[in-house]
T-cell receptor
Framework: DSGVTQTPKHLITATGQRVTLRCSPR?????VYWYQQSLDQGLQFLIH???????AKGNILERFSAQQFPDLHSELNLSSLELGDSALYFC????????????FGPGTRLTVL | AQSVTQPDIHITVSEGASLELRCNYS??????LFWYVQSPGQGLQLLLK??????LVQGIKGFEAEFKRSQSSFNLRKPSVHWSDAAEYFC????????FGAGTILRVKS
């Protein structure tokens, strides 16, 4: 158990819908990262938040957004969903100064029908 | 641009045999390198990491990896594979933003 929790574990929805994925980092970790894992794209970095502020963006679609709240949990919002958004979404956390060792949650599997 | 290449998509080894998974990276500065393992339906677990210093790093579960700057490689090794090692292995490079390789699926024959 990495100490990172993600909810829900599975999510099935329809095209055009909007969903929210939630992540709670390890106790004390200020950084939260989101990754998408799909069969065709592999594991791709989406976005990094540190203590509530966005620090870096990767291949994140404009339909996707994220935020980190004062209690350090993070949410990834996916809107206008398309079939191609079906993937496993991972959250990871790290402590600043810990040489960027990222601890991954179990993931949320999103299926868009 | 940063990139990671894992040339082997699948590898099959016999239980008790040695293992080497290959990883080559492209990175503009001193790389931070990682190996993660993912079992089916599970998240990613960090096996080991390299930031600086000794180029041979030890990890969990009996794994080790050697950083070779001249070859831009960070290969993962284990002297004797157990059936429970069957999983997918990912090499990654980066600071904050991790760039992952495509992964190598390890199958273990009994």
């Amino acid at each position: 158990d990495s100490g990172v929790t993600q909810t829900p574990k599975h999510l099935i929805t329809a095209t055009g819908q909007r969903v929210t994925l939630r992540c709670s980092p390890r106790s004390g970790d200020l950084s939260v990262y989101w990754y998408q894992q799909s069969l065709d794209q592999g594991l791709q970095f989406l976005i990094h938040y540190y203590n509530g502020e966005e620090r870096a963006k990767g291949n994140i679609l404009e339909r996707f957004s994220a935020q980190q709240f004062p209690d350090l949990h993070s949410e990834l919002n996916l809107s206008s969903l398309e079939l191609g958004d079906s993937a496993l979404y991972f959250c990871a956390s790290s402590a600043l100064g810990a040489y960027n060792e990222q601890f991954f949650g179990p993931g949320t599997r999103l299926t868009v029908l | 641009a940063q990139s990671v290449t894992q040339p082997d998509i699948h590898i099959t080894v016999s239980e008790g045999a040695s293992l080497e998974l290959r990883c080559n990276y492209s990175y503009g500065a001193t790389p931070y390198l990682f190996w993660y393992v993912q079992s089916p339906g599970q998240g990613l677990q960090l096996l080991l990491k390299y930031f600086s210093g000794d180029t041979l790093v030890q990890g969990i579960k009996g794994f080790e990896a050697e950083f070779k700057r001249s070859q831009s490689s960070f290969n993962l090794r284990k002297p004797s594979v157990h059936w429970s090692d069957a999983a997918e292995y990912f090499c990654a490079v980066g600071v904050n933003k991790l760039v992952f390789g495509a992964g190598t699926i390890l199958r273990v024959k009994s």
